[in-house]
């Protein structure tokens, strides 16, 4: 089994090239998916969540209200960590069961969105960080992702600087460009994961 850590700053395309590495044959573990399942209405997480944050966090028919938590938690460090507490040990044992079930030959490409902020590039085989600069990552937010200016930026802000992404890369995939300038790219990286 090869483990692969990807990850890249938020709007910078981490799922476009998870996609690719998709098609390419690689177990996907989507550390963002994860996230929602252990928090779906019913699960010990949400309860968590609701206990910490409170039940104004909840949409009307007992979801998870994510805009909601995320602005409370994206502009303060303190209200993030109490999340993170709760979340990622549950996504942690989540994707340990999901690797597990993938098999000895396989690539198995975990998907975090917060892998160097958590130092879990050890963990991996190889670290691929999908690499976009912050002016491209704000546009994609705000026309794509329909952010106001501000929560973009404080999201961006929460996260790991590029700087940092980039000390612990093993492949750097530019996703700056056109779409068609991506494919070559992820194609190479699976062509060193699967000589």
Known sequence: MVKVGLTGGIGAGKSEVSRLFAEYGAVIIDADRISREVVEPGTPGLEAVVA??????????????????????????????????????????????????????????????????????????????????????????????GMDEGEARARMAAQATREERLAVADAVIDNDGPLEELEPQVRKVWERLRP
């Open 52 to 145: 910490e944050f409170g039940e104004e966090i909840l949409t009307a028919d007992g979801t998870l209200d994510r805009q909601r938590l995320g602005s409370l938690v994206f502009s303060d460090t303190e209200r993030l960590a109490a999340l993170n507490a709760i979340i990622h040990p549950l996504v942690g044992r989540r994707s340990a069961e999901l690797e597990r079930a993938a098999g000895e030959d396989a690539v198995v490409v975990h998907d975090v969105p917060l892998l160097v902020e958590n130092g879990l590039a050890p963990l991996y085989d190889m670290v691929v960080i999908v690499d976009a600069s912050p002016e491209t990552q704000l546009d994609r937010l705000v026309r794509l992702r």
